[in-house]
């Protein structure tokens, strides 16, 4: 979606052309409008997007971009360091899970499958 509706303008009898950009609140409620969800749930799907793009672009793997949303799922629930832990917190109490690290790794698996470009 972000490619596809973000990325580039493609006029008639024209070469492509960047597109005007758009903040992720534009982008957010046009995905919610477009896949009928709340723009929440857009905006989370596209923050997901962009991180895994971001990694990939970084030429990370999965571990590396798993060690770097949650290290204790690399290394271990006794593992001292953590990320994203005020992020992590929140999700659990509202979503019941860590929904930005299910997201972005999903994002992530789509990429790897060509799935998402």
Excluded at 22 to 40: I, K, N, V, W
Excluded at 79 to 106: A, I, N
């Amino acid at each position: 979606w972000v490619e596809l509706n973000l990325g580039i303008e493609l006029p008639a009898d024209e070469p492509p052309r960047r597109a005007k950009p758009m903040t992720l609140e534009e982008a957010s409620y046009r995905l919610a409008e477009d896949a009928g969800c709340q723009p929440e749930a857009a905006r989370a799907a596209l923050r997901a997007e962009l991180d895994a793009y971001y990694a990939r672009l970084y030429g990370l793997t999965e571990e590396e971009l798993r060690y770097i949303l949650d290290p204790a799922d690399v290394m271990g629930e006794d593992y001292p360091s953590e990320t994203f832990r005020v992020l992590k917190d929140k999700e659990r109490k509202e979503f019941g899970e860590y929904r930005t690290q299910r997201l972005v790794l999903e994002a992530w698996h789509r990429i790897q499958t060509g799935d998402l470009h």
